[in-house]
């Protein structure tokens, strides 16, 4: 999967995604009760194009079977396949039911937080991301809003300070205040 990150050629992500679900498929019959391998696959079926393997009814079988086995890992990729999917709604009420576990809770509160800075309420993606001490997405959401701009600035700053050789970060700029 890393691999296929880092690549652009079209005909070699086709052949690598072949071969992820491959893996994926054979760890799943050696691990059938294993609800991260059916994750991988909700996420590999969520984030394939259709000609490379990807299914969102496969990835819909495996969320259901994940629910089964842990039923907060269940809320969690119901919510992620209903993000991915634009369901907005659906996927909000399905995130903010996961984070009621604290085994879940980091996870979904930083795809709650991407949600509520793609719905554009900046009041909750600043709230999970405060939570998970995710400076570079703090500033990243004051950088969206133009609000809480000082806010932001020292959350960039800070973070910088932490991670001075991250080259995303050096690409977010907080407008100034009006």
Known sequence: MAE????????RLIKLAFDVKSALDEALLLRPNDVEVR???VRFHVMTPRIAGGDMAEARAQVE??????KPLG?????YVAYRD??????????KEAIKTPAIRPRALRWLGWLSQESQQWDDAFAAFEELGDLYEVARTSSFCKCRV????EALR??????PK????????IPSPR
């Open 150 to 153: 000082e806010r932001g600035r």
């Open 65 to 70: 079977e994940i629910a089964k086995r842990d």
């Open 4 to 11: 296929a990150e880092q690549t652009s050629n079209p005909v």
């Open 75 to 79: 809320h969690f990729a119901r919510g």
């Open 158 to 163: 800070a973070h910088l300070r932490k991670h």
């Open 166 to 173: 991250d080259g995303k970060a050096k690409k977010l700029t």
């Open 39 to 41: 994750f991988d696959l």
């Open 86 to 95: 634009k369901a907005f709604g659906v996927a909000r009420i399905e995130l």
